[in-house]
């Protein structure tokens, strides 16, 4: 079993619709990353979240410790938001530590 | 700042040769990974470094993988022998204490073995 699980693996959604990726991760991970890879394969973090709530333009991304679950939202999604989202687990508690990925959720925005 | 940047940017090459891949670091960071990704196996860890010296490399597929990072400004991925399987496109990333541990992906470099 992936200690990182993402759903949904594909959505297609009309502009300006809010979306919702959601990830769940096994117990160890410590924090969650959410990427974005383009078509063009570069990766962006996005968000780095242990607890709470960020927020990013239009781009929030939440977590729930005690379920183990984190959300990624766009709101008044656009064709630009298009690409792989990809949520990616950190073991230890302090500093830095290789991620383990989900296998990423293909989002389209058609205008 | 450049960003982290990595060479080549794509490399093709036959079964059996040698291949190194290169990195650079974003400047001041003190960590360094190393990620491979497929359409089979997705991105994966490969090894991370901290202050130069290696700290899991239990990502490493076999002994023909090799990872050095003989300064804070310079890593390499070294294949030898490369194999077809060995096709994908490798990522380097950064991170440090000042930028809260984020990781700062590079461009990557998609092998290609035949």
């Known amino acids: 079993k992936n200690e990182v699980e993402q759903s949904p693996q594909n959505l297609t959604a009309q502009e300006g619709e809010f979306i919702t990726i959601n990830c769940s991760y096994s117990?160890?991970?410590?924090?969650l990353h959410w990427l974005q890879q383009h078509p063009g394969g570069g990766i962006v973090s996005l968000f780095m979240?242990?607890?709470g709530k960020k927020k990013h333009g239009r781009l929030i991304a939440t977590i729930n410790i005690q379920e183990k679950h984190s959300s990624l939202h766009i709101t008044a999604s656009h064709p630009r938001d298009s690409a792989v989202y990809i949520c990616?687990?950190?073991?230890?508690?302090?500093?830095?530590?290789?991620?383990?990925f989900g296998k990423g959720t293909h989002l389209i925005i058609q205008p | 700042d450049a960003g982290v940047i990595q060479s080549p940017r794509h490399e093709v090459t036959e079964m059996g040769q040698e291949v190194t891949l290169r990195c650079k670091p974003i400047?001041?960071?003190?960590?360094l990974f190393w990620y491979r990704q497929t359409m089979m196996r997705g991105l994966e860890l490969l090894i991370y470094?901290?202050?130069?010296?290696?700290?899991?490399d239990s990502g490493m597929p076999e002994d023909r993988f090799s990872a050095k990072m003989p300064n804070a400004s310079f890593s390499t991925l070294k294949i030898q022998p490369s194999e077809p399987r060995d096709s994908a496109v490798y990522f380097c990333?950064?991170?440090?204490?000042?930028?809260?541990?984020?990781?700062?992906f590079g461009p990557g470099t998609r092998l290609t073995v035949t």
């Open positions: 990616a687990g950190k073991h230890s508690g302090g500093g830095a530590d290789g991620l383990t």
């Open positions: 990333a950064s991170s440090s204490w000042t930028v809260a541990y984020e990781q700062y």
């Open positions: 117990v160890g991970i410590s924090a």
């Open positions: 400047s001041g960071h003190d960590y």
């Open positions: 979240l242990s607890s």
């Open positions: 470094f901290n202050n130069n010296v290696p700290i899991d």
